[in-house]
């Protein structure tokens, strides 16, 4: 039997097709009343009381609305806390670290980086460009924020001026949670050419403990010898630890 001719689409008189036309997109959903609520009542709060009103976990979703401005970020905030112990450790915690963490995705690595880095900035010019022996609280605040809460060692250096001006502060090393390589001829080096007169060392330990070992001590005094052939003068050493700090010349060793 012979099949029945297509229809000439094209002919005159054809029928119309119809045209199916893709479905318009979805919009998104509008954030919940509560959410948008329970967000400006912690910026309203925060305004009025300061930061001594809110405890950790607020504080952290106030930063994590920056980087999340939909949703809601008390979860995150608390699973950081839980996964680094508090909020200075959230945000000393390498990016590596922090991206484990469900539900911090780059956005929030980044803005918890932005932010410990604004803390560095504002402790740090405390210090620099001022004299180090009358500003030596402010010193100790300093190198509390910027050290206190890593998890591996770093050594640095804080290079002096002949009126003890910290004229220059340089990480000279890094190392592992229980090590950090420091060579003493480096640190002179540097130091001759800044033009520097004078040195404090300063390094971390991450278990918190800042009692030195003999390592520490040999290193020290390897420094020490170093500077006084060329003239410079090693003020101290300070071993930061998560609570305190420990001073080589309070404690008779320098």
């Known amino acids: 039997m012979a099949e029945a001719p297509l229809p000439d689409l094209f002919a005159s008189g054809a029928a119309p097709v119809a045209v ?3 479905a318009p997109p979805t919009p998104p959903a509008e954030e919940p009343d509560h959410r948008l609520r329970h967000r400006a009542r912690l910026r309203d709060r925060f305004m009025q009381g300061g930061a001594e009103a809110m405890p950790d976990y607020e504080l952290l979703e106030l930063i994590l609305f920056r980087a999340l401005p939909r949703g809601d970020v008390k979860p995150l905030a608390k699973r950081l806390l839980r996964a680094f112990g508090d909020l200075n450790r959230v945000m000393a915690a390498p990016p590596s670290r922090l991206a484990e963490v469900k539900g911090a995705g780059p956005a929030v690595v980044e803005q918890l980086k932005i932010m410990e880095a604004v803390g560095h900035r504002m402790a740090r010019a405390k210090v620099i460009q001022k004299p180090v022996l ?39 090393a890094r190392g592992t949670v229980d090590h950090v390589p420091v ?3 480096e640190v002179v080096k540097r130091a ?12 971390n330990h991450p278990s918190g403990d800042p009692t030195p070992s003999e390592a520490d001590i040999s290193m020290t005094f390897a ?3 170093a500077a ?7 003020h101290d050493h300070l071993i930061v630890g998560k609570a305190r700090e420990l001073s080589f010349r309070a404690e008779g060793l320098l």
């Not at 001759?192 to 390094?203: F, M, Q, R, T, W």
């Not at 006084?228 to 090693?234: C, N, Q, T």
């Open 228 to 234: 006084e052939v060329l003239g410079l003068v090693l």
């Open 20 to 22: 199916i036309q893709p």
């Open 223 to 225: 420094i020490r010898d």
């Open 192 to 203: 001759l050419e800044l033009n520097a007169s004078a040195l404090i060392l300063v390094h």
């Open 183 to 185: 060579y003493p001829r």
């Open 134 to 172: 009358s500003s030596w609280d402010a010193l100790l605040a300093y190198l509390q924020t910027a050290m206190a809460h890593q998890g591996t060692e770093c050594f640095r250096v804080l290079y002096l001026d002949r009126k003890n001006v910290l004229i220059a502060d340089e990480e000279a």
